[in-house]
């Protein structure tokens, strides 16, 4: 299922930017909440709507990332996204994603589709925890990035996951056009 714009705005619980409504948007303000009001991490250590720009044959493209966290001296340590569907399809990409982030490589990645979720360990793609308790609480984020610390990839990987971004992006499709 695509992603439609419900064209209307919306406030973001985290930046308090006037964002576009979408179909899915309201998972992800939830999942946001829970992340402040449940497991303790401090909106200013958020953020949403992140931009990766990256090159492909050429050709920029974008890819819009839900959530990062990040810690006490700014470094991305945790990627979020919502998936709709099946989770195990789309740790892959994101694990690319978090890989060639500027200022990363982001060490872990939770995928949900708000009934499950997934931590996943983004120098292997190994998944390392399951359930609603796979979110680790803030004081447990910062240890859990510090041990689980990936390396920088080499130019060659670096393109090797962007063609993985740009592909697994292009089956999937872009959501509302853009718009979101």
């Given at each position: 299922?695509?992603?439609?714009?419900?064209?209307?705005?919306?406030?973001?619980?985290?930046?308090?930017?006037?964002?576009?409504?979408?179909?899915?948007?309201?998972?992800?303000?939830?999942?946001?909440?829970?992340?402040?009001?449940?497991?303790?991490?401090?909106?200013?250590?958020?953020?949403?709507?992140?931009?990766?720009?990256?090159?492909?044959?050429?050709?920029?493209?974008?890819?819009?990332?839900?959530?990062?966290?990040?810690?006490p001296q700014g470094k991305p340590i945790l990627l979020v996204m919502f998936c709709?569907?099946?989770?195990?399809?789309?740790?892959?990409?994101?694990?690319?994603?978090?890989?060639?982030?500027?200022?990363?490589?982001?060490?872990?990645?939770?995928?949900?589709?708000?009934?499950?979720?997934?931590?996943?360990?983004?120098?292997?793609?190994?998944?390392?925890?399951?359930?609603?308790?796979?979110?680790?609480?803030?004081?447990?984020?910062?240890?859990?990035?510090?041990?689980?610390?990936?390396?920088?990839?080499?130019?060659?990987?670096?393109?090797?996951?962007?063609?993985?971004?740009?592909?697994?992006?292009?089956?999937?499709?872009?959501?509302?056009?853009?718009?979101?």
């Amino acid at each position: 299922m695509h992603e439609t714009s419900l064209n209307q705005t919306i406030i973001d619980y985290i930046s308090g930017d006037e964002i576009q409504d979408t179909t899915f948007e309201d998972l992800r303000q939830a999942i946001a909440r829970i992340l402040v009001e449940q497991r303790g991490y401090p909106k200013d250590r958020l953020r949403t709507k992140q931009r990766l720009a990256y090159v492909m044959d050429g050709q920029p493209f974008e890819k819009i990332l839900d959530l990062i966290a990040l810690d006490p001296q700014g470094k991305p340590i945790l990627l979020v996204m919502f998936c709709p569907g099946g989770l195990v399809s789309y740790i892959r990409q994101y694990v690319a994603a978090a890989r060639i982030f500027e200022g990363g490589p982001i060490p872990l990645l939770v995928v949900t589709d708000s009934r499950e979720a997934k931590l996943v360990r983004c120098c292997d793609g190994e998944i390392l925890k399951e359930g609603f308790h796979a979110f680790p609480t803030w004081g447990e984020l910062v240890p859990l990035a510090a041990h689980h610390a990936c390396e920088k990839p080499d130019p060659e990987r670096m393109v090797r996951e962007q063609r993985i971004l740009y592909a697994m992006h292009d089956l999937s499709g872009p959501c509302c056009k853009g718009q979101c």
